[in-house]
């Protein structure tokens, strides 16, 4: 097992207390494995990924507890906290740790785990040429390297991702770009250390349907060929089952089921999950017909109901769903749901 969270809690502060986007979220991941996280936004997808990265903002947000765990280390005390007010030399001392935990976490973070951001054109640096912010990764992590090795570094990864004239390309702003294009420089960017895990978080936002075919085929292209474990976060159930071989479903900042995705699909146990499967079009539905929909909406994380986060949306809502929180429970092989219906 490369990757494994086990009960992990992140926390906002708000103007209206302290909220949790991330609520008690286990997941493991294996070696060369593609796993697939989907969900409506708000949901805590994206905030699971900058957890594992460490970058969640600070001092607005917090992982109160939980465990993640890369290669068998927990790396959650790596990623710091804010210093209590104390004497001057434990305060010396405790900064000194910091940095040296930090400096570890630097180690990880782009070296080992690599992330590809939902938009590739606030991601990139508008008033740098692609080529400084390619040879950035190599002066971060690779500083033994001269700036004609990092330069050829460069220009060899960008012809991975696909792009033909990637001397030419080095030499250019985003602006200058298309989306794919800019999404391209963003995966060669995030492989170019060869890391273990890499986190696509909606890797095809914006980008036209033929684009997204493209660049999924990439990212499954280069899995294999640097034989990467994949975290691939969505809202598009279609792009779970074409490249994924697990995913989980999250509602309101928790796991709602996690299974194989064949599994999954075939037999849905959680009512969310089966309310996704049906609302999304089929050939068999009579045409221009309307499809089935989850009635209301996904409630505020101040406002999130008490017990399952789903109750006030489940058709089949029980009275213990509004009094207690559903706990995960495992009715089949490999094949876990945290719902009052399999008690």
């Known amino acids: 097992m490369i990757l494994k969270l086990s009960n992990l809690v992140v926390s906002f502060e708000t103007e209206s207390g302290r ?28 905030v699971t990924a900058l957890s594992i990265m460490g970058l969640l903002p600070k001092p607005f947000s917090k992982i109160e507890s939980g465990v993640i765990e890369f290669k068998g280390r927990d790396i959650v005390p790596l990623m710091g906290s804010q210093t209590k007010r104390s004497s001057k030399n434990a305060k010396e001392k405790k900064e000194k740790s910091k940095k040296e935990k930090s400096d570890e976490m630097q180690k990880i973070r782009g070296r080992k785990i690599s992330m590809i951001f939902q938009e590739p054109m606030t ?46 390309l080095m030499q250019q702003y985003p602006h200058q770009l298309s989306g794919g294009m800019r999404q391209r420089v963003m995966i060669a960017m995030a492989l170019s250390s060869k890391p273990d895990i890499l986190i696509a978080d909606e890797p095809t936002t914006a980008l036209d349907v033929t684009v997204q075919a493209q660049i999924l085929e990439l990212i499954g292209d280069l899995k294999n060929r640097f034989s990467m474990s994949v975290i691939l976060i969505t ?109």
Request: proline share 7%.
């Open 235 to 343: 809202h598009d159930l279609g792009v779970i089952a074409e490249n994924c071989e697990q995913a989980i479903v999250m509602y309101g900042g928790r796991v709602a089921e996690r299974a194989g995705v064949v599994d999954l699909f075939d037999n849905p146990l959680h009512p969310y999950t089966q309310g996704l499967l049906k609302s999304i079009p089929t050939l068999n539905q009579i045409p221009k017909s309307t499809l089935p929909t989850i009635k209301g909406r996904v409630p505020s994380l101040e406002d999130m109901p008490s017990g399952c986060r789903f109750s006030n949306r489940c058709e089949r809502v029980m009275d213990i769903c509004r009094a207690s929180v559903p706990i995960e429970l495992n009715p089949k092989d490999d094949h876990f749901v945290a719902c009052h219906l399999f008690r």
């Open 123 to 168: 991601a990139l640096n508008p008033v740098h040429k692609i080529g400084s912010q390619m040879n950035e990764v190599y002066q971060l992590h690779f500083p033994q390297m001269n700036r004609a090795d990092m330069d050829r570094a460069s220009i060899e990864m960008l012809y991975q991702v696909g792009i033909a004239t990637p001397q030419k």
């Open 19 to 46: 909220v949790r986007a991330v609520d008690g979220v286990s997941f493991s991941l294996k070696e060369g494995q593609t796993l697939g996280i989907v969900g409506e936004s708000g949901c805590g997808k994206s």
